[in-house]
């Protein structure tokens, strides 16, 4: 095998043994065989380049550019060009998944719940690893820098599961590593021909070497850098997770209080299960049962995700006297009875939105910043900035809806009925056979949805510890274990919907929140939830509510056919089952909360997260203590030279000490010389007030060494201490910290620490030759 070739194949297998130290981190393991697949590609496309000739620079140039063709090819092949040709759209959808997939790293914990974009980022990020690894170790040579990105596979499982990982994880990492080595020391050692071996005098001419120099200093490097890695790891105390934090329920944002909404289906559970139930938003309306609050509307479903679709938003100019005005929503008739309600919204610094909550349809709007919207969905983005912080007021329509206007209501137009209905060609036959079934004595769209939703909110129970996600297969997991909670809710109720004629689409924001006992309503993080809304002619977008009466109370007025009164409820109970107060009895009256505090009030605010946490705390002292260790150590040691009572080992201890001095504040020292010649060195850096002592020291060393009797000894402590003070004042500020801080006589220490290590690696490194030498020397005995 050639030198190259043995290269590519290091690498290649160095990166996919550190790569294992992922699979705690994902739920399955899926990703593996895109991994390898990936590794591979970038493998074969390097040693290719080289063999062509390729300069070197451009090796990696080509390496990206294919490994970037082939994702598009793979995961985002619309639209391409000749067929085979990336174009802009193709490269858009892929970036978009790539968008897609780093959310959902970023927003879960690990191990984070199987996702098709999630195998393909992290398939993409362990290419780019293998790019860089290939780089270092094929094309440039440069073998012993490959360590570091293979170092940050195994950093990423190490930092982010909760608990961190078992030590063995290393081990793959590890060795990989050490085939990195081993190959590139056996590619140069062989231009310098036969390596000698320890036991060639031994085995004698006619036999092959034992163990080789470089072989055993290769093992006893790779015992030690394996062994500690694993012992390390193992034996020192790992930090709480509060004090760094995790994924999903654990963790709200660097500050602990901020609720970022990237992606919001990604991001619904993640906030429903804050441990913690942030307040989001506040607000005061002119009507007792306010809707719904919006911020965005899914309408695109690709078998796997429910997302925005491309949208052309009209831009706004802001106006902070004045209300800006929206057209009607989409499909609403002029002669449809409906209301004006005004509610004056207060944002607070946690919620990070570029949607503007509000509830739908809004009419108006009122905000000092500009902002723009979708004449499709009525969705409200905000332009250069996030909601954090931000004030406004919403003019939004409370339509007259009744179940019997709902009935009659006619087919819907084309354009909507054609774009509303789509589905993917993969969606699960059960799905579609199981809406039918539960909808056969349904006649009319209406009926229809009703049925759905008395389904759902009958027969399912509400459970945030389920997987997210509303795939194929996790759309049938949840139909099967009849439990969810409202992103599977709303999404597959969506889906029969759409499977079953009804245009249908999901919307995300938050529940009306609870009201305070000044009139006020409190939106918090916990009230986040998702819901279907469907479509009917002269009537447009209406509302549903499939998640269990538990959590949402009521349903609305007009999806309960024997109701005729248009109204909302305003559920008591949060979307959280982790709730303390899941239990209380569910309400729709708007009454304010006896005895309800006021998160957000001027006078009895009691701030997210102020209660005290020990925690960081004690990670600080902690991490002071470490590094006063050095300094603690050194002390120790002093003391312990000093106190000496033997005459003869504390003059040694005491020229041992002055060495050690001079080593901490950078001044030279050569221990092979006569403490007379030390002394003498050293004199030119002392004061003329010092150098009696000094002279003092020596002359008692040279008797300690040379006489029969030491002499008087009782004075050696405090030459020292004259000596060492002489030498403090003459040496800069920087460098006495830094002696007192990191002293580096310590370090000159290491060796003497590591030598039993050394010689137990080195008999473990024996016992091979040992035994192969015996069996040698048995079989030849046995030969005679």
Request: aromatic fraction near 8%; glycine fraction near 8%.
């Amino acid at each position: 095998m050639s030198g190259a070739l043995r290269r590519t194949i290091a690498g290649l297998l160095a990166t996919f043994l550190a790569s294992l130290a992922l699979i705690p981190a994902y739920n399955g393991q899926e990703w593996l065989s895109s991994t390898a697949l990936v590794i591979l590609f970038t493998a074969i496309v390097g040693f290719t380049l080289r063999q062509l000739g390729t300069p070197r620079l451009l090796v990696p140039v080509g390496q990206l550019a294919a490994l970037g063709w082939a994702f598009v090819l793979v995961y985002a092949n619309q639209d391409l060009r000749f067929g085979v040709l990336p174009s802009g759209e193709s490269v858009q959808a892929l970036i978009e998944r790539i968008n897609d997939g780093l959310l959902i790293v970023v927003r879960y914990a690990a191990p984070v719940p199987y996702d098709a974009d999630l195998v393909m980022v992290t398939a993409l990020g362990i290419g780019l690893v293998a790019i860089a690894v290939d780089t270092l170790a094929a094309t440039f040579r440069l073998t012993p820098w490959a360590g570091l990105p293979l170092l940050l596979l195994y950093s990423i499982p190490a930092t982010t599961v909760s608990g961190g990982v078992s030590a063995l994880a290393f081990i793959p990492a590890a060795v990989g590593y050490v085939v990195l080595l081993v190959s590139e020391g056996r590619d140069r050692l062989g231009r310098w021909g036969r390596v000698i071996g320890i036991a060639d005098d031994v085995a004698g001419p006619q036999e092959s070497p034992g163990t080789s120099v470089v072989g055993q200093t290769g093992r006893r490097v790779s015992a030690a850098v394996i062994g500690l890695a694993v012992v390390v790891p193992a034996l020192l105390p790992a930090l709480p997770e509060s004090v760094l934090g995790q994924g999903e329920g654990n963790g709200i944002g660097t500050a602990g209080r901020t609720i970022k909404v990237d992606n919001p289906i990604v991001d619904l559970k993640r906030d429903l299960k804050l441990p913690q139930d942030v307040p989001v938003m506040s607000y005061r309306t002119d009507t007792n049962t306010p809707d719904y609050i919006k911020l965005v509307t899914l309408d695109d479903f690709d078998g796997e995700h429910w997302r925005p679709s491309p949208r052309s938003v009209s831009n706004v100019t802001s106006s902070r006297s004045d209300f800006a005005r929206l057209p009607d929503p989409p499909g609403l008739q002029p002669n449809v009875p409906r209301t004006r309600v005004t509610s004056q919204f207060e944002v607070t610094d946690a919620l990070q939105s570029r949607w503007l909550p509000s509830p739908y349809p809004a009419s108006a709007v009122k905000t000092p910043v500009d902002w723009g919207y979708d004449p499709e969905t009525l969705d409200i983005v905000i332009r250069g900035q996030s909601s954090a912080g931000l004030d406004f007021d919403v003019t939004s329509l409370g339509v007259g809806l009744t179940p019997t206007e709902l009935q009659a209501a006619g087919p819907a137009p084309a354009a909507v009925f054609d774009r509303y209905t789509k589905l993917p060609p993969d969606i699960p036959s059960q799905v579609i056979n199981l809406a039918r079934s539960e909808t056969s004595k349904a006649t009319n769209a209406y009926d229809k949805a009703v049925a759905l939703q008395r389904w759902f909110r009958n027969d399912f129970i509400y459970d945030l510890n389920v997987q997210p996600g509303h795939g194929g297969s996790a759309m049938l997991e949840f139909l099967a274990d009849k439990r969810g909670y409202c992103e599977q809710f709303a999404a597959t109720m969506a889906i029969m919907a759409r499977s079953l004629g009804i245009p249908a689409r999901v919307g995300v924001g938050y529940m009306p929140g609870t009201r305070q006992p000044d009139g006020r309503w409190l939106v918090t993080a916990h009230d986040s939830h998702a819901w279907p809304e469907l479509y009917f002619a002269g009537y447009g977008w209406v509302r549903f509510e499939p998640t269990p009466q538990s959590q949402t109370g009521v349903a609305p007025a007009w999806t309960v056919p024997d109701s005729t009164t248009p109204t909302v409820p305003v559920p008591d109970q949060r979307d959280n089952p982790e709730d303390p107060q899941q239990n209380r009895q569910q309400s729709s009256s708007p009454a304010p909360i006896p005895g309800q505090m006021d998160p957000l009030g001027p006078a009895t605010q009691t701030p997210v997260g102020s209660s005290f946490n020990p925690i960081p705390f004690i990670a600080v002292g902690v991490i002071l203590l470490l590094a006063l260790v050095p300094c603690l150590v050194r002390v120790g040691i002093r003391r312990r030279r000093l106190s000496q009572r033997d005459p003869g080992r504390l003059v040694e201890a005491a020229w041992r000490e002055l060495s050690d001095v001079t080593a901490d504040l950078g001044v030279s020292w050569d221990n092979a010389t006569t403490p007379r010649a030390a002394g003498a060195r050293l004199s030119a850096r002392l004061p003329e007030s010092a150098q009696p002592a000094l002279r003092q020291l020596v002359d008692t060393v040279e008797r300690n060494r040379y006489a029969p009797d030491p002499g008087d000894v009782t004075e050696v402590h405090a030459f020292v201490d004259t000596v060492t003070k002489a030498l403090r004042a003459r040496a800069s500020r920087a460098r006495r910290i830094l002696a007192w801080a990191l002293p580096a006589s310590l370090w000159r220490r290491l060796p003497m620490l590591w030598s039993p290590v050394a010689d137990l690696l080195d008999r473990a490194n024996g016992v091979g030759p040992r035994l192969t030498q015996r069996m040698r020397r048995e079989r030849v005995a046995g030969g005679r």
